[in-house]
């Protein structure tokens, strides 16, 4: 298994937790973040549990924790779902209710399935350049069916709205879809090798960069115009740069100085907290903000 793979998982798992929880304390009674939050944990669950899984010391730690990589993802069809219906703004059709009750429903029964049986997953065995890999069950491809259904009916109800509206809403809808085609895009590439197909998921790199573009855009601009959150987006990213790059000079310096070499996942893992830390805390006032926009964007004022 490629280092890089395994520490991906961390950080994806660091990120989208830290994001999530970041968004439900800017708004606990809002709705929206209220189901990020939601998301954002199983799928917190399924990238540490994947990390976890292919750093196992043996089979029976493996098998431990490919079980809680399903108990994680079984949730994410129904609290992305749900999601999207909060993006909507609107009132719930009756058939809206029941799809999202019936999706809640089968979650619940797949997960006391992946559970107490081995229908979802059997274990784990070696696949392709993989130690450790899914092993599934039975029913594994009604799963993935279930999961690939609902990822795919929650973008059609996206795509239906966008040409029902206009303006900003339309940018909002065009936005948050691309955002999750990247993200479910590189969540379902890890099912290739599961299905014996030899192709390394390449698109479980995209997964991390999706809670980035959805919590800036709930919490700044409350998904406004997509221009917007790209500009201040780059803006943030600007004085990060100056912020983190000599803190983690300062970081892999002291690791040589004081143990001889350097550890991937501690400089990777002080990176991620560092990042977090630098959107929680960095505050730009207006008067920085507008010299950093006529630096990078060469507005005039």
Known sequence: ??????????????????????VYLKNTKFVVNRTWLALSIS??????????????PDKAHATFWVRFIYHGAVFIPPFFLHFVFSIIGRKYLFRDKWVLFLTYFISII??????STSLIVKGVRTKFSYKYFTDPGILFSLWTLFFLTIAVYSHYKLIKTISRVSGVKRNQLKYVTLAS????????????PIFNINIFPFGYYLVAVYPFIISYAIVKHQLMDVSIVIKKGMVYAYLSFFVLVPCMIAIIFAQHYFFGKG???????????????SLVFLKVTP???EYVEKRLFKRKF
């Open 110 to 115: 797949l997960f006391a399935l992946n559970f």
């Open 263 to 277: 550890n991937i996942y501690f400089s990777f893992l002080a990176f991620c907290t560092l990042l977090l830390a």
């Open 181 to 192: 085609i990247f993200g479910f895009g590189g969540g379902v590439s890890t099912f290739l």
């Open 43 to 56: 799928v917190f669950v399924w990238s540490f549990s994947v990390f976890c899984m292919h750093n196992s």
């Open 1 to 22: 298994m490629p280092a890089n793979f395994t520490v991906s998982s961390l950080a994806t798992a660091i990120i989208t937790l830290g994001l999530g929880i970041f």
């Open 287 to 289: 008067e920085i903000e």
